[in-house]
Nanobody, 121 residues
Framework: QVQLVESGGGLVQPGGSLRLSCVTS????????MGWYRQAPGKQRELVAT???????NYADSVKGRFTISRDNAKNTVYLQMNSLKPEDTAVYYC???????????????WGQGTQVTVSS
């Protein structure tokens, strides 16, 4: 069984910062790409940022220059540093990981349970 557990969400004022973390645990062989997505009330889930195992990154235009995704492969953890937060960043943030099991050639996709980020004065 694979579990992804996010932490670090909360309430922050506009212009403030938060750092999200997501730890992947379980019995698996390796983790490929990891990412962060978000879903605001009444909206579809959208990509925020992704990172490959080797560190290649991709960001949504709305967060470029403000958010930074990183990972620690030794800790099976992905981070999202969020700076200059805006009210429109308010959403539930989900982490995502592609996991490979020993003896298998394909990666399987897993999701965390989400952590709430609220940007408000």
């Amino acid at each position: 069984q694979v579990q992804l557990v996010e932490s670090g969400g909360g309430l922050v004022q506009p212009g403030g910062s938060l750092r999200l973390s997501c730890v992947t645990s379980g019995s698996f062989f390796s983790i490929g790409a990891m990412g962060w997505y978000r879903q605001a009330p009444g909206k579809q889930r959208e990509l925020v940022a992704t990172i490959t195992r080797s560190g290649g990154t991709n960001y949504a235009d709305s967060v470029k220059g403000r958010f930074t995704i990183s990972r620690d492969n030794a800790k099976n953890t992905v981070y999202l540093q969020m700076n200059s937060l805006k009210p429109e960043d308010t959403a539930v943030y989900y982490c995502n990981a592609y996991v490979k099991f020993l003896g298998e050639s394909l990666y399987r996709e897993y999701w965390g349970q989400g952590t709430q980020v609220t940007v408000s004065s």
